[in-house]
């Protein structure tokens, strides 16, 4: 008898393959579809019967072994394997009798609700502080660290040209840029390597409810900061842009659970808010936070957690997440004003600025130039997706260890240096300085009184270049060197996401698009018949257009930008070149944080359903035979089972005996589904010693508190660390007072993409699957629905599963 359950679909449109469950005694559990018919539930057929009890990793195992039907055909990338490790956030609240019981003491003092509410409003305004000062203190940083470098070299430089040594400025800057990027990268693979990246895809996937590891601790957040201080300054070509959102989403999570647990201190307040539910909505505010710090852009900032990861939405989590970023912007302004000496001046809301874009103007058929550049943005955009995605690839295979991920940012460190060296030094392209106050410019190789205008795009932070590119005046730049510089920076940027180093994607996509923007302007300034070009314009549009096909973001970015620029009629050109470039870049693959989220195999769920999924019932998804508990139940068996398995969810039921299981309609049920209840509760039950033989049960459970059971949240403790004399093993727990009670189900006929939207839009992380008998025959859970994927050969559109 075969093991497997095959489940195929011939359908000359529509083919499904997946593997599902395991069986070892049934056969024909699921039936081939007669022609043209789309039949994947399980076949109703007294023939089938137990399925045996494996965990999701034997499924696994099964799936990848030799009997396992792989799909036909279908280039499987590593991107398309789903990783079993991480784990969900648990975003119901647990509706037990405790609870209840809790709440209707509640409503006689509403005093608390509305202090509660004051609660989270200050803290919003502390999130929005700390991620201020936090980019404040980035930006001092940054700015310092390369003014000492730029500086030295300069120096060195000038002192060079006379002297004939201009080998030595060279080995000073690059003796500096490895030391520095040495610091960021050493700390990042040795103590937190969560840090390394912009760290937007961790921040998607956490608001999606995946938990990432480590990825809002406090730790991160230090090396965090002094990683990108030290790239940046260190002359990779990175931003600090993405990692300040990442930053504003752990600052939120510390606030929020008033405490670290990295450092062991609890200040005892928010004890209130140390839930998955309340914890996510301030990390979509600090997330927030960080784009309005980054780019002066708070009503950005709120779209780009809306566009990006929150999936649940209120009118007041709006509003609160729009304070955040106000507060954040204005204290950045406060801070940024005073470090440069203009106090009152608050004219720096963000890590970037723009500049003024008040003299751009454009005509009607500059927009059909615009469609153009959004198209090359998008083509270039995933370009670099794909050249980036095979390097992952690559270095998730070849470089593993520690210190050859040390070694590669030093190799990328080094070979930035050169490049910018390289280039100034074949391509000098110099211009006369008509500003002495100007420090940033070098001689380097040009006559006295002029300075290197290549050099330039080099010897200053990549914010400032971007800057010169958006508004120095025409002339400033040749074709020929904007071309080296653009796509020089285009590979460079491309080999140096994904190093092990905190690294934004944002500042090196607009530096390359402000670039080639600029391109385009002089070349079309240069055709007869067209009116006077505005070079600023271009650069903008290129920018939006790169950025935009890299990460795909279009709500967000528009608003960002016309934000950065304080200027609303850019919005359109600039909305349309980004809406293009995405579609455009869609067409060839995934924005660059969803292609990185699906290398790492994180379960993470879409917005909407795979397309056809409608034919994919409950059965086909679900996971059985399901391991449940009975109302009463002896504490050897949960013990045991939870030993024994790692499951966070068991639905709790009546009239079931594991030794005598029931079958109706072909398949095994687990009882009467009375409610769920969580691991973590069990776990609790078991240390409080909840036994039914303890004389004072009913007392304790009646002055059960439902902090109680979070008070190790988020690491709670594991099971191996419960004692339980062998005397106990013997008695008995009542589950009824603990198990949530409104839990959801779903009937085993239900499609898979109503159960995707349930889970999608309401946060689930179970969901029992029931037959019309009320009787548990299966679950699921995120990575039952994460586990399939669509592939388009020939035309034709199949749903497989991940290997
Ligand atoms: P999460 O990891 O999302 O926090 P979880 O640990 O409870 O939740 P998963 O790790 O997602 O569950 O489960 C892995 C596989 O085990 C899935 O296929 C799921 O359907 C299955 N599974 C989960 N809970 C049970 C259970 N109580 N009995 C049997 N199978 C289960």
Not at 155 to 171: G, T
Not at 582 to 606: A, T
């Amino acid at each position: 008898m075969d093991e497997r359950t095959p489940l195929l679909n011939n359908h000359p449109q529509f083919s499904i393959s997946t593997i599902n469950h395991r069986r070892t005694r049934g056969e024909n559990d699921f039936q081939t579809p007669v022609s043209g018919k789309v039949n994947t539930a399980p076949q109703d057929d007294n023939n089938a019967e137990v399925i045996n009890s494996e965990t999701f990793n034997n499924i696994r195992r099964d799936v990848e072994g030799h009997h396992a039907v792989q799909p036909k055909n279908v280039h499987i990338e590593q991107g398309h394997i789903l990783k079993v490790g991480f784990q969900s956030l648990d975003y119901e609240i647990s509706d037990n009798q405790i609870y209840q019981n809790e709440e209707k003491e509640k409503s006689f003092k509403r005093w608390k609700l509305y202090w509660r509410g004051v609660k989270r409003w200050i803290i919003c305004f502390l999130i929005g502080v700390f991620t201020g000062l936090t980019a404040g203190f980035i930006d001092f940083g940054v700015e310092k660290i390369s003014e000492v470098k730029f500086q030295t070299v300069k120096i060195w430089v000038d002192k060079c040209v006379l002297d004939n040594c201009m080998y030595l400025p060279q080995i000073f800057w690059f003796l500096i840029n490895m030391c520095l990027v040495l610091v960021g990268s050493f700390l990042t693979t040795y103590f937190e390597p969560v840090s390394a990246g912009s760290g937007i895809p961790q921040i998607k996937c956490y608001l999606n409810g995946v938990i990432v590891p480590h990825v809002v601790r406090f730790k991160t957040l230090v090396i965090k900061v002094i990683g990108v201080l030290s790239a940046v300054a260190g002359g990779l070509a990175v931003g600090k842009e993405g990692p300040m959102i990442h930053s504003g989403a752990v600052i939120a999570a510390g606030i929020s659970q008033g405490r670290t647990t990295s450092l062991g201190w609890d200040f005892k307040i928010f004890q209130e808010f140390r839930s998955d539910t309340e914890k996510r909505d301030f990390v979509s505010a600090g997330a927030a936070a960080g784009v309005a710090a980054a780019f002066g852009a708070p009503v950005g900032g709120v779209l780009f957690s809306l566009e990006e990861g929150a999936s649940f939405w209120n009118q007041s989590l709006v509003w609160r997440i729009f304070f955040a970023s106000i507060i954040s912007t204005m204290t950045l302004n406060i801070v940024q004003g005073i470090i440069k000496q203009h106090a009152m001046d608050f004219s720096y809301p963000g890590l970037i600025n723009f500049g003024t874009f008040d003299d751009v103007r454009y005509e009607f058929y500059e927009l059909f130039i615009v469609i153009c550049l959004g198209a090359i943005g998008g083509l270039l955009g995933a370009l670099f997706n794909h050249i980036n995605l095979k390097l992952t690839v690559f270095r998730m295979k070849y470089v593993q260890r520690k210190w050859q991920k040390v070694l590669e940012t030093m190799m990328v460190a080094m070979y930035t240096a050169a490049f910018a060296y390289i280039i100034i030094f074949y391509k000098n392209d110099c211009k006369p300085i008509e500003n002495d106050a100007e420090t940033t410019l070098v001689q380097f190789f040009c006559q006295d009184g002029q300075y290197s205008s290549t050099a330039r795009l080099f010897f200053d932070t990549p914010e400032a270049t971007v800057k010169h590119l958006f508004h120095n005046v025409p002339g400033t730049y040749q074709v020929v060197t904007l071309t080296i510089f653009a796509s020089g920076y285009f590979l460079l940027a491309c080999w140096t996401y994904g190093l092990s180093i905190p690294s934004g994607l944002f500042i090196p996509s607009l530096l390359i698009g402000a670039a080639w923007g600029r391109i385009a302007g002089i070349l079309l300034s240069g055709l007869p018949g067209l009116k006077k070009v505005n070079l600023s314009f271009y650069s903008l549009v290129g920018a939006s257009s790169m950025l935009g096909g890299i990460v795909r973001m279009t709500i967000s970015l528009t608003v960002i930008i016309m934000e950065a620029t304080s200027n609303v009629p850019l919005g359109f050109p600039v909305m349309l070149s980004l809406i293009v470039a995405k579609w455009v870049g869609d067409q060839f693959n995934e924005g660059i944080y969803d292609l990185h989220i699906h290398l790492q195999g994180v379960p993470i769920l879409g917005w909407e359903p795979l397309p056809l999924s409608s034919n994919l019932n409950a059965k086909t998804v679900m996971s059985h035979p399901v391991i449940v508990f009975r109302m009463k139940e002896p504490v050897e068996r949960i013990v045991k089972i939870l030993k024994e398995e790692e499951h966070n969810g068991f639905p709790v039921v009546e009239d079931y005996d594991p030794d005598h299981p029931e079958m109706a309609d072909g398949c095994q049920t687990f009882g009467t589904f009375k409610g769920l209840i969580l691991r973590s509760h069990l776990i609790t039950m078991l240390k409080k010693k909840l036994f039914l033989e303890n004389p004072e049960i009913n007392k304790i459970v009646n002055n059960l508190k439902m902090s109680e059971f979070n008070e190790s949240y988020p690491r709670y403790t594991g099971i191996q660390r419960i004692s339980i004399s062998p005397e106990e093993k013997h008695y008995t727990m009542d589950l009824a007072p603990f198990i949530n009670q409104s839990h959801f189900v779903v009937l085993e006929t239900a499609s898979y993409s109503s159960i995707f939207r349930k889970f999608r839009s309401l946060g689930l992380r179970h969901m029992v699957v029931i037959n019309f008998r009320n009787q548990v025959i299966g679950i699921v859970t995120r990575k039952d629905l994460a586990r399939f994927m669509t592939e388009c050969k020939n035309g034709e559109i199949s749903i497989q599963e991940k290997p």
